[in-house]
């Protein structure tokens, strides 16, 4: 029996260091949400991004979360600046990211996956 270590909240996939490149690489398309605990604006943000993660013009990609503060791989991997922060990957390549708590600029990030 295998044990799967991805933890599913609704739609979205919260990751850590020890299995964020494994999920890139079997997934064609990802986006990332980084986080902290004590940032509110991520924390207001979370409903939206579930919304979008059961999303019908979404469902070939994977959605994702990210504790920024606990996974310095993970965040390496998108050059994190500031929270909340969002990338999105085709496999394990980084195609675009941004500091943002606007739905409007997470949707033109989701329009740059093929």
Request: charge should be negative; proline fraction near 3%.
């Amino acid at each position: 029996m295998s044990v799967n270590k991805n933890l599913t909240i609704m739609a979205v996939t919260v990751l850590d260091d020890s299995n964020f490149n494994d999920t890139l690489n079997n997934n064609k398309k990802t986006i990332v949400k980084y986080f902290a605990g004590w940032c509110g604006s991520c924390r207001l943000f979370a409903p939206k991004y579930r919304r979008l993660s059961e999303d019908d013009r979404f469902s070939d990609v994977e959605f994702a979360d990210v504790d920024a503060e606990k996974n310095p791989n993970a965040r390496k991997m998108a050059n994190v600046t500031n929270l909340p922060f969002f990338a999105v990957f085709e496999g394990d390549k980084l195609i675009d990211a941004a500091s943002t708590n606007k739905e409007e600029m997470v949707l033109e990030l989701l329009s740059k996956l093929n």
